[in-house]
């Protein structure tokens, strides 16, 4: 049997799962010291909300 996966809902309200997934990568990067790699996914997620959520 599989061990059960802990999911962490953001206190702020997410649009859509890829800004979600987006916030997820950039806070487990920062919490693992990766900050090139956070610093990659705040741009990205950036980038996804300016192109799927400006209207």
Known sequence: M???IAVEVPAEPVI????AAWQ???RLS???G????ALDA???AARHSEEAHSG
Do not use: N, T
Request: charged content about 30%; overall charge neutral; proline content about 5%.
């Open 24 to 26: 997820a990568l950039e």
């Open 2 to 4: 599989s061990a059960p």
């Open 30 to 32: 920062a919490e693992s």
């Open 16 to 19: 859509c799962l890829m800004c």
């Open 42 to 44: 705040r741009a990205r």
């Open 34 to 37: 990766d900050h090139s790699r």
